[in-house]
């Protein structure tokens, strides 16, 4: 299979068990340095046996082995649980950059299978990188998915052991202006679906205004499937805001998938939206909207806003959690909702509610002013048709309270 860059998927799918093989090739006059690196779910190399390259070419239990230059095998069932991905990345050793390379590619194989899935790369791909991340291996419910990074920074594999927390002896400490050169929003979404294209750019303006480029958090969208939501469906309206969702995914989510709930007299989990099924995906997502298994097609909200809290409760961790709730109106249920937004103020959610075409808002316009909250944890705004705002004042209205939480929640130890 051939893949692009961004590409995500899971192992299986490409007839790949435990054991395999990933091989990264370079033509360069410059000498390249390989390296695969075992980070925690945190994305941290918390052990140092677990980075395996030219000075430390395996890691424990075989797990990680490097057979030659930018040939590595490995063993995923002899990883510990602590291991949640693996990164392979190479590295010019000494002067020069990555555009300098006539030729790259990477290619994921095993026993019968040389070439289960590659990538080719080319001197186009980069320009002033010394180091690239070549691509991800990385455990995500409960299975192995492969991604297709192609990441460049600015400095070489020094570089790269610090950004993954590691330390570099001998080596002095980077200037401040030394910073990694991360693949552009607008380059990760051209990759894979250049129809979006458009609204990267005007979310990457709105990131930048609010100093949010370098946030990582997960992104959620919930959706109101009741009747009365029919015409926004069937004009088209509910999948405009997902695709208007997906470049923010991709900036803040190392997994780039925009996770999807849907809700009538009971909630639903769908399937994560990506830049490779994004289009269509509100008709043909299980069954497409008219099927989702949501009861009655009634609006009860406090069920859809616990089945998304108990979802990212399971991590177990301190990830910022961006959760976009879009409803035409008839809440009712005020007091239940009050309950559930003052339980989630002490955890790391945010929650943007957005009325679209309707009226009868009830609590959800109230409560970016309600007491009690450990942080304000709330927006609201409304507006009769998606199409009453341009995009750029959309994703400005998206991210209007965003920073402030992100900033309270860290000060307060909500999120890390």
Known sequence: MQLTQGQRLPLSTLGLAERLSVTVTIDSRHEIDFACFGLDSQGRLSDDRFMVFFNQPSAPADAIRLQGPGQFEINLAALPASIDRLVFTAAIDGDGAMNSISAGRFNVARPGQPNAATC???PGTFSVEKAIMVADLYRKGGEWRLLT???GFGEGLGALVRHFGGEVLDEPAPAASAIPATVSLEKKVAAAAPALISLAKKAQVSLEKNNLTQVRA???????ASGSMNGQYSKGRVQEVLDRLIPL?????????LDVFAFGAKPVQLSPATLYNYQ????T?????????VGARVNDEPKAMRLVMDYYRQAGDKTPVYILFVSDGGVHENRAITRLMMEASSQPFFWQFVGLGGSSYGILEKLDDMDGRVVDNCNFFAMDDLHDLSEEVLYDRLMAEFPSWLREAKAKGIIA
Not at 249 to 257: E, I, L, Q, S
Not at 285 to 293: A, I, L, M, V
């Open 285 to 293: 997502d299980q069954g497409g909207w008219r099927k989702w298994n």
């Open 280 to 283: 269509d995906y509100i008709a």
């Open 149 to 151: 990074n192609l990441q």
């Open 120 to 122: 080719a790369f080319g």
């Open 218 to 224: 997960k992104v959620a969208v919930v959706l109101d």
């Open 249 to 257: 995914a991709v900036a803040f989510d190392d997994d780039g998938d």
